[in-house]
């Protein structure tokens, strides 16, 4: 259960307009004191979310990445408050994340057993399925190992992890960007992408 006291106090109007500013002119700190600040937003809005079945951490790691991309491109030039437009990216993220596990939920392995045979052999459905491709096993496996994939970027990663990969390799319909433009984005260097990116591909690597 979330308890909202053990997150900071969220900034005043004038407290938000001054990070905003600093942000603007490349203060990352800044930067990440507006993302800490609105932690008890992403807490509050992933209260609506909670069941038996989602778990609280989960899905405020997910809260978490749409904050970040709020922070990120936020236009304080707009009649809007960071917290208006970040509720609606942190609540976007959650419905995306919850989408996209309920489809998955409702997709059926080719490979789950599904009766065994006259001679007491396991039958699959992949083994029903008539086609005349020869690279149709191989292809069906790639589909598996690309869902398993996006469970443990998820399950797995950190956050900042999951942001950066989903931007550079354009996961979950995301448009690819190059270190460069995802450092440019972010606030932070070319060569700290590089690290992360690197890191969450050792994290996957060590577990496939």
Request: net charge neutral; proline share 2%; glycine share 4%.
């Given at each position: 259960?979330?308890?909202?006291?053990?997150?900071?106090?969220?900034?005043?109007?004038?407290?938000?307009?001054?990070?905003?500013?600093?942000?603007?002119?490349?203060?990352?700190?800044?930067?990440?004191?507006?993302?800490?600040?609105?932690?008890?937003?992403?807490?509050?809005?992933?209260k609506?979310?909670?069941?038996?079945?989602?778990?609280?951490?989960?899905?405020l790691?997910?809260?978490?990445?749409?904050?970040?991309?709020?922070?990120?491109t936020?236009?304080p030039n707009?009649?809007?408050?960071?917290?208006?437009?970040?509720?609606?990216?942190?609540?976007?993220?959650?419905?995306m994340?919850?989408?996209?596990?309920?489809?998955?939920s409702?997709?059926?392995?080719?490979?789950?057993p599904?009766?065994?045979?006259?001679?007491?052999n396991?039958?699959?459905l992949?083994?029903?399925?008539?086609?005349?491709d020869?690279?149709?096993?191989?292809?069906?496996?790639?589909?598996?190992?690309?869902?398993?994939?996006?469970?443990?970027?998820e399950?797995?990663?950190?956050p900042?992890?999951?942001?950066?990969?989903?931007?550079?390799y354009?996961?979950?319909?995301?448009?690819?960007?190059?270190?460069?433009e995802i450092?440019?984005?972010?606030?932070i260097?070319?060569?700290?992408?590089?690290?992360?990116?690197k890191s969450?591909?050792e994290?996957?690597r060590?577990?496939?």
């Amino acid at each position: 259960m979330l308890l909202l006291k053990s997150f900071p106090h969220p900034l005043t109007a004038a407290e938000e307009q001054y990070y905003l500013q600093k942000y603007t002119e490349g203060d990352l700190e800044a930067k990440h004191i507006l993302i800490e600040r609105n932690l008890r937003l992403v807490a509050h809005i992933v209260k609506k979310y909670q069941s038996m079945e989602e778990n609280a951490e989960d899905l405020l790691s997910i809260g978490t990445i749409g904050l970040i991309k709020a922070v990120v491109t936020f236009n304080p030039n707009k009649n809007v408050r960071l917290g208006t437009y970040a509720a609606r990216c942190i609540e976007n993220e959650i419905l995306m994340h919850l989408r996209s596990k309920k489809k998955s939920s409702r997709e059926v392995s080719l490979y789950e057993p599904i009766g065994t045979d006259r001679e007491g052999n396991e039958i699959q459905l992949f083994d029903i399925i008539e086609t005349e491709d020869s690279d149709a096993h191989q292809k069906l496996a790639l589909r598996e190992d690309i869902r398993l994939l996006y469970s443990k970027v998820e399950s797995i990663l950190s956050p900042r992890e999951r942001l950066v990969l989903k931007m550079r390799y354009g996961l979950y319909n995301e448009e690819e960007y190059t270190q460069r433009e995802i450092a440019q984005r972010l606030g932070i260097s070319r060569s700290y992408v590089s690290r992360i990116e690197k890191s969450a591909i050792e994290k996957l690597r060590d577990y496939f």
